[in-house]
């Protein structure tokens, strides 16, 4: 005796698959934007990387006493000037007192101190359109 079948476990079976597909899509999408981060982050923390070895080259750099020397109040100047394909600028803000402690015996001590602000900026990621920057304080005795 032959029974008719009216398709009911396929069309289950179709909708299972149906949620399924539309599933795994949602996790790709998702797992897609994930590498997306990590490399947009990864991107990111090179960028500050050659920032602090820029800066570093700035601060070790044999020419760098004599320019600060040289500066007059309010001057600026660029850090390209002292690393190559550094972008930032060193601006002159102030002459005072050093804020370093020390217990001098002559009376020749250095007290008198100028102050720069070394700032620097990195572009990254796509087409360079972020960008990161670091600023710091170099504090140079002045005779």
Request: with cysteine; charged share 15%.
């Amino acid at each position: 005796m032959q029974r008719t079948q009216s398709g009911a476990a396929l069309f289950v079976a179709m909708i299972f698959l149906l949620i399924l597909s539309f599933l795994g899509g949602v996790l790709l999408s998702n797992s897609n934007q994930g590498l997306k981060i990590v490399s947009a982050m990864g991107d990111r923390l090179g960028a500050e990387h050659e920032l602090e070895g820029e800066m570093s080259e700035l601060v070790i750099d044999p020419d760098l006493q004599g320019a600060i020397g040289s500066m007059v109040p309010a001057a600026s100047m660029p850090v390209s000037d002292f690393v190559a394909g550094a972008d930032g600028t060193l601006r002159h803000t102030v002459d005072g007192v050093c804020s370093r402690s020390f217990n001098a015996s002559s009376n020749n001590a250095i007290t008198q101190c100028r102050y720069v602000r070394a700032d620097a900026n990195k572009n990254y990621g796509k087409a360079n359109r972020a960008s990161t920057s670091i600023a710091a304080g170099i504090e140079q005795p002045m005779l």
